[in-house]
Every structure is written in C-alpha cells, then in structure tokens.
C-alpha cells in the first residue's frame, strides 16, 4: 500500500520533504518558505477527513486546501465515472473530434440557471478560465468593430489566478513583484468591502459609492477603450459579500458602456454558495462566468469560462466575427474531465447538496455570531452557504485591525493546524470553505474547532 512505501524510508517524511524542496516546487508557497512549511505528507482521504504520513487524522475545513474538493475526498461514483470514461474515449483533441462528455457537461451547465448561460470554453484551470474569458471578451469588442477595447477592470484584494493575465488582475503584490512586467491594460478599482465601509454610510449608500466610483473610473479611462471588469461576485479571500444593490449598479453600469462583466466563479461556483452560482444570490446576470475547482470537485482538472448566449451571437455572428479566436488547448474539452464534472453535477443534484450546504452553512455562520456576539475581538462574521469568513480585529468597537506582526490569523491558522483541524487565515480574516458534503455534525465540529483555536490565540494577546 502507500503507507508501507512510506514506512520503508528510515525518516520517510523528512527524507520526502527533502525530496519535495529538491523535485516538486511547492506552489503559493515563497521558495524560501519550502524548507519551513515541511508537510505535512497527505497519504489518504475520505469524505472531510485527510490523514498525513504519522497517521494524523485532520478534519477538512477546506474542501482539500483550496476549495475543490467540494463533494469530499474518495468518492467512488466520481472515481467509477472517470474509469469507465478513460477506458472508453480518455481523450482526443478538440482540433479533431468533438467528444460527447463536454457536449454534455456544457449543455447541463447551460441549464443549470436562468442567466443565459451558454458556451462553455473548457480548460484544466481556474487562472486558464480567466485568461480565456478575456479572450472571449476581446473577441466580443473585436466582432463589434471595437478592437481597441482591449483593458479589463479589477478590484483591490481581488484574486484569479497565476498566469500573467490572472496575476495582472489580481492584487497580491509579491506576484505582481516577482512576475514583472505584468501584462498592459490592466486597472485596478477599489473593494468593495462592506465591513470596512467609511463610518455614518449605510451599507446600500456604500453599494452605491462604490459602484459610481467603478464609472468614475471608466470615464477616466474611456469606456471606448475597456473591454471587460473583473470581479468575483463574492470575493471569496476575505468573503466579501457585497450589498444587494451593488452587483444590481455594476450591472447597469456595464450594460451603458457595453462593457463585459466576467465574473469569477472559480473559488465559490458549482454550489458553494447554497447556489450553483454566487451571482444568483443578487438577481443579476454576468456576461461571462469562469469556473473551476467545484466544477469537477477537484478530482480531474478542468476549468471553464461560460459566455452567454448574447456574447456568443456577437462572436459567432457575422463572417468576420466568426474569425474570432480563443486560445486552444491540448486538453480543451478533454473528456475525461467533463465525464468528472458531469458525475458531480449528478451527486450535486441526488443529494440535494444546494440545500444542505444552504442550511448548515447558514447555520454555521449564526452558530459563530451568536458564540462572538459583542466579543471585543471579533469584528465581524459573515459568508453565504459554505464560504464562511470571521475578521479578527484589535477592537471590534473602532474596527482597528490588529498589528501586523502579531500575524494573529496566521496563528489562528497555525494553531487550527496543530490540533488537526484545516482552516485559512487572509490575513487575519479566517476563513472556512468545507465540502458540500459536509453534515451537520461534521459541522458542529468545525465550528468548536474553529472557535477552540481563535479563542486561545486571542486568549494568548
Ligand atoms: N480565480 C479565483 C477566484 C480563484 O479563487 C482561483 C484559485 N484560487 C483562481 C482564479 C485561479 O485558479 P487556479 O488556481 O486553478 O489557476
């Protein structure tokens, strides 16, 4: 088995961590920081649990990390969906045969909402979904005669990805530092981040400000030369759920300029939320939605940027604008991967996984307001289904966030970590991303976990 390979070693787990600094990058992680953040080795996984080399058993507050793993570890319907379709067609390149499993997946994804949800452009990743959305958005402006709208808006404390076009639109700095020169066209707008709103607004005076404050921008630049803005309905770093107004404003506001709204759909799509989608929560509509990560659960890469039918009309249109290119992969389509994505679509819909993510995360999230009511270090608790995030702050009545050499969300992370529980820290908003799976009782663990670690962090200030 796995283990005995690993038990075979004198020191398995360091002579593998060894083995890992020198033969696998470790992503998201600085190259100095490889050596400290040693392990732990995964060996196994089954449903929210993940066991390490030493036998260490750790509840999933994360869907595997990075919010993927949205059905849990180790499902066999996932695992029996893929090896029947590997073994029947594993893959053929777009360029040459369309396959059945993406035609499918693309049309259940069609249907999955009321927004006009159409195209699927499938890819293997989230920042490979974003960039292709910018493609799709150029290709749009470009069927329109418009090709000099070629810039894309982004938001502070965004994130979509590592490519160059991802860490163009994204705001974290040692990217931006170490991937220079970033790609052109890219301009960043404010968050809109309701918490840290300015004192005296209320949270739909807020909404409003901030939507103006993307026009002024806009005006600034010359709509005629923006194609697209990014943004996550729900950011999901730091669980930025905005006020209703404010997704309804940038709605307009795109539709006056003939501006594409891309909505980043990566982290919190194919139900985290409670929905398929975030934007469902708000009554609006995107023009193009990228997706990953849930799509397939994590258990075969795939990604997709979704245009709508009014976008591709324009694309497909007429014969220039059927000159229109999105960059073509090796593994577009690859059916592999959508054969994964449709068995979790089927899971997602017999298990009834919107409803329960809907109701136990919301009761999660009151479970942590009513535990930190008035708490003088809590300053907020907020989310939507099973994206969850709970901000820590130095003084929870002025808002004053806490030094940032204390790294109190770090520790929090740290200290979550120690006792075998996953959670993230942004920060110090810690945040929690469980598996659609999860039930209520996993939950109520996750939710004493969460608080047995905050409050001895906070309890050592
Ligand atoms: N967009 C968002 C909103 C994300 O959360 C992520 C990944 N965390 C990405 C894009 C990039 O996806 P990937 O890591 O698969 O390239």
């Not at 040693?38 to 060996?43: I, M, S, Y």
């Not at 709208?149 to 076009?165: I, M, S």
């Not at 639109?169 to 052109?184: G, H, I, K, V, Y």
């Amino acid at each position: 088995s796995v283990t005995n390979k690993y038990e075979a070693h004198h020191n398995p787990i360091g002579d593998l961590v060894e083995d890992s600094i020198r033969f696998v990058w470790r992503h998201g992680v600085a190259a100095a920081a490889t050596r400290e953040a040693r392990g732990p080795l995964a060996v196994s996984a089954s449903g929210v649990h993940v066991t390490d080399a030493d036998g260490r058993v750790y509840l999933d507050g994360l869907s595997g990390g990075s919010a993927a793993a949205t059905l849990g570890h180790g499902r066999v319907d996932v695992a029996d969906a893929v090896h029947a379709q590997m073994t029947t067609l594993h893959w053929v390149s777009l360029r040459t045969f369309i396959n059945e499993p993406s035609i499918e997946l693309g049309r259940r994804i069609a249907g999955l909402t009321d927004a006009g949800l159409q195209t699927s452009f499938f890819v293997s990743s989230g920042s490979e979904a974003v960039e292709s959305a910018t493609q799709l958005a150029k290709s749009y402006h470009r069927a329109k005669g418009n090709p000099e709208r070629t810039k894309f808006l982004y938001r502070k404390t965004g994130y979509h990805g590592t490519t160059l076009v991802g860490a163009s639109a994204s705001d974290n700095q040692e990217f931006r530092t170490w991937f220079a020169p970033l790609a052109p066209g890219f301009v960043e707008l404010d968050a809109c981040y309701p918490y840290r709103r300015p004192d005296g607004m209320t949270e739909e005076e807020y909404g409003d400000a901030c939507a103006d404050a993307i026009e002024a921008t806009i005006l600034a630049e010359g709509p005629e030369t923006i194609a697209g803005i990014l943004a996550e309905s729900i950011p999901a770093a730091l669980v930025l759920v905005p006020p209703a107004n404010y997704l309804r404003r940038l709605r307009e506001i795109c539709d006056r300029y003939d501006i594409l709204w891309i909505d980043d759909e990566v982290f919190i799509g194919v139900g985290r939320t409670g929905r398929w989608f975030g934007f469902e929560h708000f009554g609006v509509t995107p023009d193009i939605v990228t997706s990953s990560k849930g799509i397939t659960g994590g258990y075969v890469p795939l990604g997709a940027a979704i245009a709508t039918g009014r976008v591709m009309e324009t694309i497909y249109g007429d014969g220039a604008a059927t000159q229109a290119k999105v960059s073509g992969h090796t593994y577009a389509a690859h059916p592999t991967a959508c054969a994964a994505g449709l068995a979790v679509l089927d899971a997602i819909e017999k298990e009834h996984l919107l409803e329960s993510t809907a109701r136990i995360g919301e009761g999660m999230i009151e479970a942590f307001r009513s535990r930190y009511a008035g708490h003088p270090n809590v300053g907020d608790v907020r989310g939507k289904g099973f994206l969850i995030g709970i901000e820590l702050v130095e003084d929870a009545g002025t808002k004053a966030p806490f030094a940032k050499q204390l790294a109190v969300g770090r520790r929090v992370m740290d200290r979550a970590m120690e006792q075998n529980f996953m959670l993230r820290a942004t920060g110090d908003v810690i945040t929690l991303f469980p598996a659609l799976v999860t039930t209520q009782q996993d939950a109520d663990d996750m939710v004493a976990a969460t608080c047995r670690a905050i409050d001895e962090v906070l309890g050592e200030l």
